[in-house]
């Protein structure tokens, strides 16, 4: 195998630089490959996780080690097997993410559950490629949550807030092909992308209130802002599936109030939201996590699925790519590993 490396963090905040170092090459487990990653997005929450969002109930999870490597995206190829392995061979080209952990994708060698990879659609770039599956796992993890389904939302309208960011566009996307009529909600810069994914709405978030909007929706999706969570609530019809967010406070609770304090906050926050839920209506916080049929859904449809527009950056240059990410610039930060 060849030589590895990782771009980490040996502390949370500012004062640590994310720098690129030499390690030892990561071996398979039993039920675990290994993957020389060809490409790896930086997502937001890689950007939030380096400032110490998430620590204490990552750390519960020994998902806040130092040296911490973030990302979870990976496109790559198998470079070595472990044991119990079947279905995927040295040398296959591969797609997936990884649940947090310290050991992140933002590396040369990373090692996963067999079962979090997908044998690579070739159809689509490979550093576009790497923007999707943390954003599509999440996505068709949120629907789940809010009850969304081509059964309970054909013909039917629902909203996406955030529909112009990286998991809106795949939202209106999928909700379209669902057969839903899809109001998404973004600034004015991205509605055109909204409505090339099939949106049959548009709605400017600087210049039109969530308020003003028809109180008709089947279903409700928060990418955007946990400020207006009340305001969709109010959006969905009498008869409506429900709602889901990823932008809910939970992480941000257990940083605040410690483990207990923050089931009790979580708690209370969930109930006093579900109780402006229509009767009947799912309610969901949805949190990232790896489902292998979602990741083959993806593998399936992402030839046909818009390839996001992407800036690329060598592993040395991972500080700018987490800079370009915080400073909310155009077009998806992606880390090529193999280029040092
Ligand atoms: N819970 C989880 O496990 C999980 C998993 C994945 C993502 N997330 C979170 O989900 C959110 C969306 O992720 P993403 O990758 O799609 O982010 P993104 O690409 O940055 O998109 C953010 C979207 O929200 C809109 N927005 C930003 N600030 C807003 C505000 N104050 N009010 C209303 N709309 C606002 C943006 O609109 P414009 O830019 O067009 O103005 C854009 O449509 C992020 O907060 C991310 O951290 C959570």
Redesign the pocket.
């Known amino acids: 195998m060849s030589h590895s490396y990782i771009a980490a963090i040996d502390g949370f905040g500012d004062a640590f630089a994310l720098r690129v170092r030499p390690v030892s090459c990561p071996q398979p487990r039993q039920g675990e490959i290994a993957v020389q990653v060809e490409a790896a997005a930086v997502?937001?929450?890689d950007v939030?996780r380096r400032g110490g969002y998430g620590s204490r109930l990552f750390s519960l999870m020994g998902a806040a080690r130092m040296p911490l490597v973030l990302g979870n995206d990976f496109v790559g190829t198998v470079c070595a097997v472990g044991q119990g392995v079947t279905g995927l061979r040295e040398g296959d080209a591969v797609f997936g993410a990884k649940p947090p952990s310290s050991a992140g994708t933002h590396a040369t060698h990373v090692t996963m559950r067999a079962d979090h990879a997908r044998l690579r659609p070739s159809s689509i770039p490979a550093a576009a490629l790497a923007t999707l599956p943390?954003?599509f796992l999440?996505v068709t993890r949120a629907f789940a949550d809010a009850g969304i389904c081509r059964e309970t939302v054909n013909r039917r309208p629902v909203l996406v807030?955030?529909?112009?960011?990286?998991?809106?566009?795949i939202a209106v996307w999928l909700l379209h092909r669902l057969g839903a009529s899809v109001t998404a909600?973004?600034?004015?810069?991205?509605l055109d992308a909204c409505l090339a994914a099939g949106a049959a709405e548009v709605v400017d978030?600087?210049r039109q209130r969530l308020a003003s909007l028809p109180r008709h929706f089947a279903a409700t999706v928060n990418?955007?802002?946990w400020?207006?969570e009340a305001d969709l609530l109010h959006l969905l019809a009498p008869d409506a599936v429900g709602h889901a967010t990823?932008?809910?406070p939970?992480l941000g609770n257990f940083d605040r109030l410690g483990l207990l304090g923050g089931v009790m906050a979580t708690l209370v926050g969930k109930r006093g939201k579900r109780a402006l839920t229509p009767k009947g209506a799912r309610y969901g916080?949805?949190?990232?996590r790896p489902n292998p049929s979602a990741l083959q859904a993806l593998a399936d449809c992402a030839a046909a699925l818009a390839p996001p527009a992407v800036k690329t950056f060598t592993l040395s240059q991972t500080e700018q790519a987490y800079l370009h990410v915080m400073q909310?610039q155009p077009r998806r930060a992606v880390l090529l590993p193999g280029q040092l």
Do not use: M
Request: hydrophobic share 30%; aromatic share 10%.
């Open positions: 997502n937001p929450i939030r943390y954003n999440t807030h955030g529909a112009t960011g990286g998991l809106g566009q909600v973004g600034g004015a810069k991205g978030r600087h990418f955007a802002n400020g207006d990823t932008v809910h939970l916080w949805t949190t990232f909310g």
